[in-house]
C-alpha cells in the first residue's frame, strides 16, 4: 500500500509558474515509477509527465513539453512537477500516482498506474 499527498496547486496567471510536489509513504517509494496526470471539468484525466524509478527517464504529454518538467528525489520520497509558462487551458485538477515495474499497461493511460493521490487543483486565470 502506498499513500500519496499532492500539494502545490493554486491560482495562477497566464505564464506563471507553480511547482506541485507529491509526497509518498507506505512502500518503498523508489519501488515505483511516477506519473502526473490531469482532469478538467468534464475531461478525461490526461498523461503529463512520466519518471523512472531512478529518475533517468522522463516522458512528457506534447501539450506540457519544453514547459513543464517532472522530477524525484528518492530520498524524501517525493515526486515533482515544475510547470512553467502555465497558460488556462492547463487549468485541472493535477494527480500524481504510481507506476508498478510489473504494470504492463501503457503509461500513458490512467490504468497504467496503480495507487492515485487525492488530486491538487491548479487555475490558470487569463
Known amino acids: 500500500q502506498v499513500q500519496l499527498v499532492e500539494s502545490g496547486g493554486g491560482l495562477v496567471q497566464a505564464g506563471g509558474s507553480l511547482r506541485l510536489s507529491c509526497a509518498a509513504s507506505g512502500r518503498t517509494f523508489n519501488d515505483y515509477a511516477m506519473g502526473w496526470f490531469r482532469q478538467a471539468p468534464g475531461k478525461e484525466r490526461e498523461f503529463v509527465a512520466y519518471i523512472s524509478r531512478s529518475g533517468s527517464v522522463t516522458n512528457y504529454a506534447d501539450s506540457v513539453k519544453g514547459r513543464f518538467t517532472i522530477s524525484r528525489d528518492n530520498a524524501k520520497n517525493t515526486v515533482y512537477l515544475q510547470m512553467n509558462s502555465l497558460k488556462p487551458g492547463d487549468t485541472a485538477v493535477y494527480y500524481c500516482?504510481?507506476?508498478?515495474?510489473?504494470?504492463?499497461?501503457?503509461?500513458?493511460?490512467?490504468?497504467?498506474?496503480?495507487?492515485w493521490g487525492q488530486g491538487t487543483q491548479v487555475t490558470v486565470s487569463s
Open positions: 500516482a504510481t507506476r508498478d515495474l510489473r504494470k504492463t499497461n501503457s503509461l500513458y493511460t490512467p490504468n497504467g498506474y496503480d495507487y
